[in-house]
């Protein structure tokens, strides 16, 4: 059971609620299940990402790998270090969550000698971003100065590294399903107002439902090409994902890309694995105060909503986009490799040492964050070894 909304987040989704119904109106009955994820993540004023409201950590309705613990952070900032030295630059980062990541991988970097002529923020949550300003305004000044946030991405090309953890999978994604041979879109329509099985003591009226509708060209033309690579027919029923932003947002990275590194890291997996027969309900995941459920129709506008990743599309995209592929890992290889297990034992004492071994655990088991979650280097310019993929080498999978 979720928990229940506030007066101020029950006031919220209302209001997103109305826009979309607005939405829903002008388009006849209809909109597709990527426009909907637009409007409910991203709609000015509103969306979950535009508007105020804690999402990640403490309080928060999720928590990524940079919250986890900061022996993540420091990974990141020796395979950053890796690649200054060789291209020097900057550091752009997409998306830069609560600021934690930036401030430790400066942090670490001044340690090392290997700072960054700026380190450039691009947000588009007006929430984070504040408490990014808060957070990386207790930076020494040397550190604190280097630190700009950007409207949009910049029109030089970037030199150094881009990071983007878990953006991937917030980009707005259209869904399909498989009958009697063929495709459908599956999209949204309004719903009679009904409180559903475990919302109905919420007091959370369901606006909106899931409906099929026939695949325009481009649905059909994508999904036809992920059938082509995979072995056997589809299940009668079979729904998932498929997230056509990801060519124009890899193409945008690129052309902002002078020389250097992006390295991405999100949960996903290789197209095979991804579109496997039996995960026949696709990879749709929302996130409510700490809670992972599967219904984006409810709490919109206060919930976040995601899908995996299909790290065969971004590879496709990256070469498309005249980038190089030099890296695919999982979370728990590329963290190893970048000397995780060290970091962990140089705690001065005792209880350090096990809270630290305790987050190390965390991130890299199985059944925690380290298979789940993928790490994936796009390079231009770059030939020099990248140590974070020196120990798994998953290209091939792709």
Known sequence: MLPPLSPEERRHSRSLAGLIRAQLAAAGGWLSFERFMELALYAPGLGYYSAGSVKIGVGGDFVTAPEVSDLFNRCVARQCAEILTVTGGEILELGAGTGRMAAT???????????????????????????????????????????????????????????????????????????????????????????????????????????CAAADAELVRACEALLASLEGELPQGYASEVCLRVEPWIASLSECLGRGVLLLSDYGLPRRHYYHRERASGTLRCHFKQRAHADPYINVGVQDITAWVDFTRIAEAALAANLTLSGFATQAGFLLAAGLEGLAAEADDGAQRARLAGEARRLVLPEEMGEAFKFMALTRGYDSPLSGFALQDLRHLL
Request: proline share 6%.
């Open 105 to 211: 991988v400066l942090t670490a970097l001044a340690a090392q000698g290997v700072l960054p002529e700026r380190y450039a923020i691009l947000e588009v949550s007006a929430d984070l971003a504040a408490r990014q300003r808060a957070r990386l305004a207790q930076l020494p000044p040397q550190l604190r100065e280097r630190v700009v946030w950007l409207e949009r991405l910049p029109e030089t090309p970037v030199r150094g590294v881009m990071l983007a953890n878990e953006v991937a999978d917030a980009l707005p994604c259209r869904r399909f399903t498989w009958r009697d041979g063929a495709v459908r879109e599956l999209g949204v329509a309004l719903a009679e107002a009904a409180a559903v099985g475990g919302n109905a003591a919420c007091g959370e009226e369901i606006s909106f439902r899931e409906q």
